[in-house]
């Protein structure tokens, strides 16, 4: 069955950067786009960006421009998501999420359990 | 970029009894060469990740109930609960994924009432 397993909470300092990871299971990394979406405390979703497993190509949302890395490591079926100069605002769970295979950004059909990233001083 | 706007913020409904959640895009959904509205649903439960409900507006994901239906074209769309059950209580999202950015509605709250 397919799962994505997401890296644990962090807490950081403003001006920081965090990294999160989503390993996979269950499909052929390479033929499904990767998502990331971000959800602050008692908000709603903010989609980040997407990466294509199978190029590397990437697009972010102009949100995050210059703040924010989508990467893979196709070897380990694990995809990343990397917020640099991280701000109080930040504070949010973080998901990763599948796409549909069509190669352009859709909907997302599985999604990982989510990692707290707490900015405080 | 594409505003999604929902409503109700929340609504209860008795056990049994229909729930509706309406969904307006700020551009239209639908995409003329293949006559697709591009909007998703979604179903987030308190502390788990959000679960794909429906997509192409009205296509159920696969193991979803279908007491789930969604419905509408262009800019407004609902999502309906035919039967509200004791586990559908939850916050329900719609996504327009038209063009990016990806973006969702503020989100609409279910209870029982």
């Known amino acids: 069955q397919v799962q994505l397993v997401q890296s644990g909470a962090e807490v950081k300092k403003p001006g920081a950067s965090v990294k999160v990871s989503c390993k996979t299971s269950g499909y052929t990394f390479t033929s499904y786009p990767m998502h990331w979406v971000r959800q602050a405390p008692g908000q709603s979703l903010e989609w980040m960006g997407w990466?294509?497993?199978?190029?590397?190509?990437?697009e972010y949302s102009q949100n995050f421009q210059g703040r924010v890395s989508i990467t893979t490591d196709t070897s380990a079926s694990t995809a990343y998501m990397e917020v640099s100069s991280l701000r109080f605002e930040d504070t949010a769970v973080y998901y990763c999420a599948r796409g549909d295979s069509s190669g352009y950004p859709r909907f997302l059909d599985y999604w990982g359990q989510g990692a707290l990233v707490t900015v405080s001083s | 970029d594409f505003v999604m706007t929902q409503s109700p913020d929340s609504l209860a409904v008795s056990l049994g009894e229909r729930a509706t959640i309406n969904c307006k895009s700020s551009?239209?959904?639908?995409?003329?060469?293949?006559?697709?509205?591009?909007l998703a649903w979604y179903q987030q439960k308190p502390g788990q990740p959000p679960k794909l409900l429906i997509y192409?507006?009205?296509t159920r994901e696969s193991g979803v109930p279908d007491r789930f239906s969604g419905s509408g074209s262009g800019t407004d769309f609902t999502l309906t609960i035919s039967s509200l059950q004791a586990e559908d209580v939850a916050v329900y999202y719609c996504q327009q994924y038209y063009r990016p950015p990806l973006t969702f509605g503020g989100g609409t709250k279910v209870e029982i009432k």
């Open positions: 551009q239209s959904l639908l995409y003329g060469s293949n006559n697709k509205n591009y």
């Open positions: 192409w507006a009205y």
């Open positions: 990466i294509n497993a199978g190029n590397g190509d990437t």
